[in-house]
């Protein structure tokens, strides 16, 4: 990340899923739509597959830290706050130990 925010110039470095492994069809799914419908409702557009890891510069950073949000959407509010972005496509594995804590029945 480092390496390309120093070669791209970006000011933010996000990590993008490639691929998915070890993901249900069902939370493949969830995911896509997800972006896709929160895509369509709001002004600032949200890279897919994006997590909250990601490297800031200091300026976006501090721009960051100036929003009053108390529960924050940090893939939305960096995407709101500009500056240039730029992806680091990788590939997430499966899971090596453990499950997932989520699952429909839960959420039902």
Avoid at 50 to 67: A, I, K, V, W
Avoid at 78 to 94: C, D, K, M, T
């Amino acid at each position: 990340m480092m390496k390309l925010m120093d070669d791209g110039g970006g000011d933010v470095v996000y990590g993008q899923r490639q691929e998915r492994r070890g993901e249900s069809a069902v939370k493949r799914f969830t995911a896509l739509a997800f972006y896709r419908v929160l895509n369509k409702l709001i002004d600032v557009e949200i890279p897919p597959d994006t997590g909250d890891f990601r490297l800031m510069s200091r300026r976006t950073l501090d721009e960051f830290n100036r929003m009053p949000e108390q529960h924050r959407f940090v893939r939305g509010m960096v995407s709101w706050i500009g500056f240039r972005q730029v992806p680091l496509a990788y590939n997430r594995h499966e899971r090596f130990a453990g499950r997932t804590k989520i699952s429909i029945q839960e959420n039902a």
